[in-house]
């Protein structure tokens, strides 16, 4: 009986540990008086293994379904013998929706990894190469990839995969020939 008491100790600890960190995330986001244009989070990324840059996401405004429109925009890149300072308002992404609050200040941006996490996406989707085309192209419904998304390469798309509630249901891969 005792053990028994001790495991329900430490799971309701557990439970109200991580219920906390939300909560303290959530307060944060809450408290922000957040401006448009105002940049609210940055992370490094490594597109493609190439090379490493800097993105700040910024803060839109709200959309009247309640939702927190934000962008995210290159700051710099950088690699070992090259380095570019992008002019400020160089687009990582198109505008999009974020559902819950907490996600427009999070650094941790979803990467396939089941450590981080996920942000909680709305409509449409769109990430641009440094060099502003577009790379890859797709639909969010409440945080979960749906339909069709379009991978690019040189201005070409590349793979076409088909998605229902963020499962993977086809891949089309596209060959160009000269």
């Known amino acids: 009986m005792k053990r028994f008491i001790l495991i329900l100790i430490y799971l309701c600890s557990s439970s109200l540990y991580a219920q906390t960190d939300q909560q303290l995330l959530l307060l944060q986001a809450m408290s922000a008086d957040w401006k448009v244009g105002q940049v609210v989070a940055t992370k490094t990324i490594t597109p493609r293994n190439k090379y490493t840059a800097n993105i700040e996401r910024r803060f839109l405004g709200v959309t009247p379904e309640g939702y927190y429109k934000v962008q995210e925009f290159y700051i710099d890149i950088g690699a070992p013998f090259f380095y570019k300072k992008y002019p400020k308002n160089t687009p990582y992404t198109s505008a999009y929706n974020l559902i819950n609050i907490e996600d427009v200040i999070r650094s941790q941006f979803y990467n396939d990894s089941p450590k981080q996490h996920k942000p909680s996406i709305q409509g449409s989707y769109i990430l641009y190469d ?9 639909q969010y419904d409440h945080g979960k990839k749906i339909g069709f998304w379009r991978y690019y390469l040189e201005d070409k798309i590349y793979s076409t995969k088909q998605y229902k509630e963020d499962r993977l249901i086809k891949t089309i891969d596209h060959h160009y020939y000269e």
Not at 130 to 138: L, P, R, S, T
Request: aromatic share 0%.
């Open 130 to 138: 440094d060099n502003g085309k577009v790379d890859i192209a797709g």
